[in-house]
Structures are given as structure tokens and as C-alpha cells.
């Protein structure tokens, strides 16, 4: 039972690019929770995602950044016209339904990405 | 704005002493508080959780000691060891929303 898979696990952009990162859920897990960790900081709430739905998006700047989990396939958290300042590990994390006894995320590996 | 402060920001013992990192959430909505350990490269990983109807909650070397009242919580490592070196992060969970503290980094020297 594979656990929750991030690709890539680092990444390289010029400043105005775009930048995809893909999270593949724990098997059975349908809830995606992405966060940012800075360098020296903790993990930042970005967006919360069930299929096909944006739950909670509190956490996403409000400009540049989307996610979205489709039927099929992984989640993915893009970010547009990429600037310094996005340099950060973004983190997925994956539970399943809501209102059990284990409130527990697995979270990925990580995507790492600077921006040059 | 902060929802769960996290203190000390690092932290370092000696072989066999004991980590102490405290936590403090301000929502009572919160329901569950887990503590993550997160080793360099890698995603944090669960280490041990606790509900705000029990005081203490200890596996192996590691304890929460939870204080509703206070709003308060505390991770303790018993006899620790240098590969217990890591970050840690406590959080606070309420309903799909899970707020973590800005971390601890522990090193334990030999």
C-alpha cells in the first residue's frame, strides 16, 4: 500500500514560469490537504480538496496559485508566473472520509521548489 | 493568524535527558492534537496523538501531557536518543482543519 506520492520531488523554475506539483493519495484516502513549509518555518494550510471540489482554499494566495483533484488522476497545485519568493516545500497531505476515530494525514515526501 | 504557538523554537540535550516542547492552541473548537516528527528531506510523519478527554497519552518514550483548561499540551521524550534528532510540530485539528505550530528543532548529543 503505497503512501502518499509527490512528484517531482524537486523542482527548478525561472522567475515567470510555471510550476506543477502532483500528489497521488494514499489508496482509499479521497481528501487532499496541501501546505507550504518555508525554510525555518512551519507547515502553512493552502487548500483542502476533495474530488472534483475546492472545500477550503483559505490558505492560497489569492493570485498565481490553484489546485484542483480531478475524478481522475492526482491532485495538482499549480503556481503561475513564479517569482523568488515561492521557494518553499509544498507538502501533500491525504486522509480518508471525514468523522472517523484516527484524525491522522499522511502526508508526501515533499516537492521542493526553488525558483531562480 | 497563529492558532497554535509552539515553543521552543530548538531545543538540545544530551544523550538520555529528557525533550520537553510545549504547545498552546487558543480555538476550543479543536478536537485532536497530534504531534508530527519530521527528519530532513523527508514529509512529516505521525508520531503520537491525543483527544481533549484524556490527560496523558504515552507510547514508548514519548508522552503528551494535555491541559484543557490552559489550553495547553506538551510532548516528552524520555531517555533521548540521537535519533530522535528532528523537527517536531505539534497541531490542532477541528473538522478537516489541521493548524500546526512553527516547530522545534531537537538535537540530541551523544
Known amino acids: 500500500n503505497a503512501g502518499v506520492m509527490q512528484n517531482p520531488r524537486h523542482l527548478v523554475r525561472r522567475r515567470g514560469q510555471e510550476a506543477r506539483l502532483r500528489c497521488s493519495p494514499m489508496?482509499?484516502?479521497?481528501?487532499v490537504y496541501w501546505y507550504r513549509q518555508l525554510p525555518e518555518e512551519g507547515l502553512k494550510f493552502m487548500v483542502y480538496?476533495?474530488?472534483?471540489?475546492?472545500?477550503?482554499e483559505s490558505g492560497m494566495p489569492k493570485e498565481r496559485f490553484s489546485a484542483e483533484f480531478p475524478k481522475e488522476g492526482p491532485s495538482i497545485l499549480r503556481i503561475q508566473q513564479v517569482v523568488r519568493g515561492d521557494s518553499a516545500a509544498y507538502f501533500c497531505?491525504?486522509?480518508?472520509?471525514?468523522?472517523?476515530?484516527?484524525?491522522?494525514?499522511?502526508f508526501g515526501s515533499g516537492t521542493r521548489l526553488t525558483v531562480v | 493568524q497563529q492558532q497554535v504557538k509552539q515553543s521552543p523554537q530548538s531545543l538540545i540535550v544530551q544523550k538520555g535527558g529528557i525533550s520537553i516542547i510545549n504547545c498552546a492552541y487558543e480555538?476550543?473548537?479543536?478536537?485532536?492534537f497530534p504531534w508530527y516528527q519530521q527528519f530532513p528531506g523527508k514529509g512529516p510523519a505521525l508520531l503520537i496523538a491525543?483527544?481533549?478527554?484524556?490527560s496523558e497519552k504515552k507510547e514508548g518514550r514519548f508522552t503528551i501531557s494535555f491541559n484543557k483548561s490552559a489550553k495547553q499540551f506538551s510532548l516528552h521524550i524520555m531517555d533521548s536518543q540521537p535519533g530522535d534528532s528532528a523537527t517536531y510540530f505539534c497541531?490542532?485539528?477541528?473538522?478537516?482543519?489541521?493548524?500546526f505550530g512553527a516547530g522545534t528543532r531537537l538535537t540530541v548529543k551523544p
Open positions: 497531505a491525504s486522509s480518508p472520509m471525514t468523522r472517523i476515530l484516527n484524525y491522522g494525514y499522511t
Open positions: 489508496k482509499g484516502h479521497s481528501h
Open positions: 480538496l476533495q474530488k472534483e471540489n475546492i472545500i477550503d
Open positions: 480555538n476550543t473548537a479543536f478536537d485532536y
Open positions: 491525543i483527544r481533549p478527554d484524556v
Open positions: 497541531a490542532a485539528f477541528k473538522r478537516n482543519d489541521m493548524r
